[in-house]
């Protein structure tokens, strides 16, 4: 089964590789061929796009900087990465539009919710920078509050692993990976796969979500399609 139309969630540090900072070409262009795959076999496809890369408004906030302006300028960092990456897929021939929350009409349109549908209509990939326009809110809760105004079918969150774990894998080699998992076990558990107010949001508006490994070729696009990916989160889901 595939998605008539779905929402990529991208981190900001997805962008950087193997770097420390910024962004590596490479990776990006190696996204937007995947992106590209996913178009073309008529998927609808929207994206946001963290911003971690560059600057991370709770670390700075941390070492004292108010938070606010932080977090305003970690939005100003995620509309970089949309650039980037919308310069990646029109290169290769996948028409974007990038949407901003944040006034940048001289390098983005303003986020315009029917008018981000209408782009999605004519095929374009729409690629929503700056958040939601708030401070104190996560690029995670910006996909899921985009996810349900776009009316998409499903969240994939490409992330640096292959699923939800019952504990860190990293630090136990027995960790379980959960085929599938209900929201309430998420927020019971706390399991950090997204942050509480996505995952509420996700819930209230009965949106599954597919966290899966990025760096495996091709899991983008399975992931469109419905296979059976990472781990998957929704309402209907067994704990498994």
Excluded: W
């Amino acid at each position: 089964m595939s998605y008539h139309r779905v929402l990529l969630k991208l981190s900001g540090e997805a962008l950087m590789g193997e770097k420390g900072y910024g962004i590596d070409p490479k990776i990006v262009a190696d996204i937007a061929q995947e992106i590209s795959e996913v178009v073309k076999s008529g998927v609808q496809l929207v994206i946001v796009v963290g911003g971690g890369n560059i600057f991370r408004g709770v670390k700075a906030a941390a070492g004292g900087m108010d938070r606010a302006t932080a977090d305003y300028i970690g939005m100003i960092a995620t509309v970089m990465n949309a650039m980037t990456l919308q310069d990646a897929l029109e290169r290769i021939g996948i028409p974007t539009r990038v949407q901003t929350a944040i006034a940048m009409q001289e390098v983005a349109e303003p986020y315009i919710r029917r008018r981000a549908i209408r782009h999605l209509e004519k095929g374009r990939v729409v690629i929503f920078g700056a958040g939601s326009g708030n401070p104190f809110f996560t690029t995670d809760t910006t996909a899921a509050l985009r996810a349900a105004e776009v009316d998409a079918e499903v969240i994939l969150k490409a992330t640096k692993v292959d699923g939800i774990y019952d504990c860190d894998p990293k630090e136990n080699p027995n960790a379980h990976r959960y085929e599938s998992l209900n929201y309430a076990h998420v927020i019971t558990n706390d399991l950090r796969v997204m942050d509480q107010t996505a995952i509420a949001l996700c819930k209230e508006n009965n949106i599954p979500l597919v966290i899966f490994d990025l760096s495996v070729r091709g899991n983008i696009i399975r992931a469109a399609k419905g296979e059976p990916v990472g781990t998957i989160v929704g309402g209907f889901c067994e704990v498994k």
